[in-house]
């Protein structure tokens, strides 16, 4: 991925609290059904893979197809426990692997 | 009289022509065809093990609008209602399309970890169509229920 995926993680928590975690990557999700201009298929790349995990224990993640739109969009939440590091992945169909981390302090 | 039945020969080799490529049409569209209500009940029954659904569960809420002006990113939330428990939370929640090029649109995999079931996302629809949210508990039961969205403008592209 060229650009940074944004991820929007809360700095802090209360212990047992349900956070909610927005993700936004910059893909351009090319699904493999469109012709370009010399009338040939567009391969298709996109992203099929996001992970979000924490302490080496994935809480949450998604299977993407090419129905997902470009730049790919996903919120979903998570119990803040402890603090500490949340890692994000996002991987494409050349096997690229985009990583993030957030840190998040839970009182 | 020797002229008029060449130009009608031609006339004809042209119609014929033209059905000719007509037919190729026809059989280029269909090689392009679109899921049907029937692809997306099969592939949820491949990925929830052909365990019986619960259709229309008030377990499981859809948002999405009404009408799409732009099939290209349709907003979608999918609730289910669960304690997210150990012992009872939602495993995967499969979003599947009857009218786009392939059924399957994400699988999102849950755990006990994300305390509450609901996630949000963008998808790309080709047409009007039923979107349909499968929730897969932990006791293997499968909730299922669709919501219809018109799309103005589609969004698979090709």
Redesign the interface.
Known sequence: MSKKPRVKLPKSAQKGE?VEVKTLATHGME?G???GKDGNKIPRLILNKFTCS?GG??????????????N????????A?SSGEYTFTWIDDNKEVTEVKETMTVS | MTKTNENMVRVDRREALKVAGASVLAIGFAS?AHATPEDAVKYIGEKTGGAAATEGSAKVTIKLPEIAENG???PI?VVVDSP?TDADHVKHIHLV?DG???P?????????????A????????GKTQNVIAAAVMSDGSVHTNKQEVKVTIG????
Do not use: W
Not at chain 1, 57 to 70: G, R
Not at chain 2, 104 to 116: A, M, R, Y
Not at chain 2, 118 to 125: G, M, N
């Open positions: 349900i699904t059904n469109r012709k924490f224990k994935e809480i949450f993640s998604a299977d993407m197809h090419p129905s997902v739109s470009a790919p969009y996903i919120a979903f939440n998570i119990r426990e | 392009t290209a990113t349709v939330t997210m399309a786009n090029p392939s399957q649109i994400v699988s999102f995999n849950l755990t006990p970890g994300c305390g509450k609901e996630v949000s996302t963008r998808i790309r629809l969004g698979c592209g090709g």
